[in-house]
């Protein structure tokens, strides 16, 4: 930074110059001449000052010229003056001749600095004779350097002031993202944490493990391909699993161990504790929470788990459940023996009542053609008729051998004739006792086929009735044996040490969760913010 002058007017020491150097101008002196044609074409460089202005010559250069016009006598008003004044006696201000003289007149000490000798050391330029003092300028001239600045300084400065500008935004940044952290995430985690580590109530896990078994007695009903395998069980075991996470169960504990009690007592944190008369709902809410039963299909163990603030009182609701989970299988099989014998019992009556119609019809046949053996009527009749037509034929030929005679007996043609006859009637009259009607629409033979038909339903009744009855026996012989058992693998144990609140992990969770809510919030808000601003 440039200090402005005090002084109003000001001299600058003027720098010995060489003895042959030309005299200073009278008029330069007063004013800068103005440039003719001849001086614009000065091969120097131009001699007009908006071009010397335009040119771009830094402050040194212009101090360097300045010095340069005075080194010979010359007087500008500005900088640029003294380069245009000294083009315009043809010298060349940023020559390195005229740099390098001028340098050494200012290190060559004048006469009365070497002690009066009036002599300099050789290669040196012999000072002036005449005392140089500064002159006087006018005051409308500033002849202060030069206070601007380059290009590549310039832009150093912007880009620093950039670079700051980043920085200062980045450290608010920062510090505002350090306050939304601490402030969504940090703070929610540590009142978590609190709670878990100062004010959650210890609660006591019980855990036991039981699954269901089939019987491997069985009568005779057979045995099925996953008999004895975890799968013929499989329905069962997810049926005590539902009655075991359902109201109904929490109802019964509630009656028997009194669970609303449990966890309605003060000494409970609130967060936990179930409310002073809670509905069934509420309950049953804590029931789940508090109440987790699991069953693995590949094992087919049912694992349950208690979790209560009182030990002894978790192991109770266990073995309690356990009952209740017992209690329901044995219903469920019982109520499946049940139904086996009763529709054993429904198959025996119908098999009675086939057995029974069978007979009645057999026997109203009978009664209707009187006569208790069709069959045997019908093969005495067959037998009659062979014998008739056996004789018949016979006297059929007895009458052609007497006929065969040229005189035969007349007495003896006509008593065959007569027997022919008789034959042929009794044959004709057996015959139609064959076809007749004897229950009124039906004939013998229909008859016999009708009674056969009813013989063999009574038959088939039989067999029905009598596989009917051995049925029945198997089902009341399994129904009095249980088919369908419970057993305990892991009995349930009160515990010593309290199993929850889990306290490290419960607060790193809560930590994630808070982070992963916080995380998804930004990203949100700054997709909407980048679509509104695009």
Known sequence: MTTKPKARKFRIPQRPVPRNAPEPDAVAEDAAPAPTEQETENPLGSTDLEEIHKEGLTGRQLRMARRLAQKHGLAPPTDHDAVRLLRIKGIDPFSRVNTLELVMAGRAPDAEGDGGAGQRPSGKIPPDDRVQLPQTLPEKGNTLPSTEISPAERRSREIMKVQRDIAKRRRRRTALLLTRLAFFVLLPTILVGYYFYNIATPMYSTKSEFLILKSDGGG????SFFSGTQFATNQDAIAVQSYLQSKDAMLRLNED??????YSDPAIDPIQRLESDPSNEQAYKVYKRNIEIGYDPTEGVIRMEVVA??????????????AYAEERVDNL?????????????????????ERRNAQERLVRMQNEGQILDPEGRIAALRGQINNIEVLL??????????????????S???????????????????????????????????????????????????????SALVTLETSRRDASSQARYLTTSVVPVASEDPSYPRKFENTVLAFLIFGGIYLMISLTASILREQISS
């Open 309 to 322: 603030a009182d030990p002894v009182l978790g192991a109770e609701f266990s073995r309690a459940l356990i």
């Open 220 to 223: 005779g009903g057979g045995s």
């Open 412 to 466: 003896r043609v006509e008593g065959s004739r007569a027997d022919v006859r008789r034959l042929e009637a009794l044959l004709a009259d057996l015959r139609s006792q064959m076809t007749a009607t004897v229950s009124g629409e039906n004939s013998l033979a229909e008859l016999a086929v009708q009674i056969q038909l009813a013989q063999a339903d009574l038959a088939a009744a039989n067999e029905v009735l009598q």
């Open 257 to 262: 161990e009194g669970f609303k009690a449990h």
């Open 333 to 353: 099989s019982l109520r499946k023996r049940s139904n086996a014998v009763q529709d054993a019992e429904q198959a025996l009556e119908k098999a009675q009542a």
């Open 393 to 410: 034929q016979e006297k059929q030929l007895e009458l052609q051998a007497l006929l065969d005679n040229a005189r035969p007996n007349s």
